[in-house]
């Protein structure tokens, strides 16, 4: 069976710093990554996807990137956290067929709750 | 313009009754996915149902059932007898190019549904 891991779990950092969050898949190959991040009270807004390894599309600009290191390795960074990157970060994978055919169902890990003060 | 419309803020039902979750969404694709999430209050998403758009019958997942109409665009999600533990927020999402390369969802602001003893 296939699981999703993030850490940490939760993180408190202070405007201006570093941040990195990770994601990885157990389970499955060459899965699609997802990073959303999740306002207070809010929907989830997608800000990174990757279809293989190298290979991010960024869906909203900002201060935020993503790299995929390794097949079912997915990392958000950011060099300089700003007040406004406090959010719930979830990362997700979906399977895909061999066809390249992606099945769209999305599984979440349990994310990363971040606070910047 | 919003894609996924979800125009219940709060719910409540009684524990052991019915209850149905309104979602109605927007696209001009004809190949597209249906899905609803469950996030209670850990913070996790959880996967609960999905639609395909060529789909003839209506999805069913245990006690969740998905009442699609696809000429009023609207999927909603059906809990039967609800229990205690189904308290939480409900997100609706959709897929356009559905089956393509990327599969990236598009949530609803969410139904929070508590349910009562």
């Known amino acids: 069976s296939q699981t999703i891991h993030q850490w940490p779990a939760t993180l408190v950092q202070p405007v201006g710093s570093p941040l990195s969050l990770e994601c990885t898949v157990e389970g499955t190959s060459n899965p699609n990554l997802y990073w959303y991040r999740q306002a207070a009270g809010r929907g989830l807004q997608l800000l990174f996807y990757s279809v293989g390894i190298g290979q991010i599309s960024s869906e909203v600009p900002q201060n935020l990137s993503a790299s995929r290191p390794q097949d079912r390795q997915f990392i958000l960074s950011s060099k300089k956290l700003l007040l406004s990157d406090s959010g719930f970060y979830l990362c997700a994978w979906s399977r895909v067929e061999t066809s390249g055919r992606n099945t769209d169902t999305q599984y979440f890990g349990p994310g990363t709750r971040l606070t910047v003060l | 313009a919003q894609k996924i419309t979800q125009t219940q803020p709060g719910m409540f039902v009684q524990e052991k009754e019915a209850v149905t979750l309104d979602c109605t969404y927007d696209t001009s694709d004809q190949s597209y996915g249906l899905f609803w999430y469950k996030q209670p209050s850990s913070g996790e998403m959880i996967f609960l149902i999905y639609?395909?758009?060529?789909?003839?019958q209506n999805a069913t997942e245990g006690r969740y059932s998905l009442n699609f109409q696809k000429a009023r665009k609207s999927a909603n999600l059906v809990i039967s007898a609800s229990q205690l533990g189904d308290s939480a927020m409900y997100f609706c999402?959709?897929?356009?190019?559905?089956?393509?390369?990327?599969?990236?969802?598009?949530f609803g602001k969410g139904t929070k549904l508590s349910v009562k003893p």
């Open positions: 639609q395909g758009s060529y789909d003839e």
């Open positions: 999402a959709m897929s356009e190019n559905y089956g393509g390369s990327q599969g990236n969802l598009i």
